[in-house]
T-cell receptor, first 112, second 111 residues
Framework: DGGITQSPKYLFRKEGQNVTLSCEQN?????MYWYRQDPGQGLRLIYY???????QKGDIAEGYSVSREKKESFPLTVTSAQKNPTAFYLC???????????FGSGTRLTVV | QQQVKQSPQSLIVQKGGIPIINCAYE??????FPWYQQFPGKGPALLIA?????SEKKEGRFTISFNKSAKQFSLHIMDSQPGDSATYFC??????????FGEGTQLTVNP
């Protein structure tokens, strides 16, 4: 079955540590996106990539980094520079053109 | 100009009622308007989408109404059920660019 997989589902981080969230898709989608969702809040775009080896900052990129070395993969690193990283992180992918996004099931990150 | 404003923030209806969620936009270049449904702890899922050349689209109990002149679109859920309780997001994009999402509406359908 085609889909988008995020791992892990839950992640705990100590203050000062970097952590990397995985996002893999087998839908042959060109574009991939990372969103942050806080309780009762909407979706805020962190980074997006429309092609391999290229990505752009979204609205809240500070304290985050990404890479896009393969079409299927778009990992997100939450660095120690992100002061309030506790949130629900969602990865999505889409075909180029006016098509909807397919979202993963999310990673809940908690700083302990 | 890239914003999509969604209302209400939360909505409670009785089973069988018809909740209506509204979205408004400014940028007339938007040409794709999807709605997403999100259950707690899950990622959003595409529910239904419309393009500005039609005024209404139905899929099952879900209907999008689109008013191009008013720059508004809305989601109607006919015969709502407790299982429809979720957060709903509207969105818009221009020629396949990244989606701009509304703030979300938390819908509760009471039995």
């Amino acid at each position: 079955d085609g889909g988008i997989t995020q791992s892990p589902k839950y992640l705990f981080r100590k203050e000062g540590q970097n952590v990397t969230l995985s996002c893999e898709q087998n839908l042959n989608h060109d574009a991939m996106y990372w969103y942050r969702q806080d309780p009762g809040q909407g979706l805020r775009l962190i980074y997006y990539s429309q092609i391999v080896n290229d990505f752009q900052k979204g609205d809240i990129a500070e304290g985050y980094s990404v890479s896009r070395e393969k079409k299927e993969s778009f990992p997100l690193t939450v660095t120690s520079a992100q002061k309030n990283p506790t949130a629900f992180y969602l990865c999505a992918s889409s075909l180029q053109g006016n098509y909807g996004y397919t979202f993963g099931s999310g990673t809940r990150l908690t700083v302990v | 100009q890239q914003q999509v404003k969604q209302s209400p923030q939360s909505l409670i209806v009785q089973k069988g009622g018809i909740p209506i969620i509204n979205c408004a936009y400014e940028n007339t270049a938007f040409d794709y308007f999807p709605w997403y449904q999100q259950f707690p702890g899950k990622g959003p899922a595409l529910l239904i989408a419309i393009r500005p050349d039609v005024s209404e689209k139905k899929e099952g109990r879900f209907t999008i109404s689109f008013n191009k002149s008013a720059k508004q679109f809305s989601l109607h859920i006919m015969d709502s059920q407790p299982g429809d309780s979720a957060t709903y997001f509207c969105a818009a994009s221009i020629r396949g660019s990244r989606l701009t999402f509304g703030e979300g509406t938390q819908l509760t359908v009471n039995p």
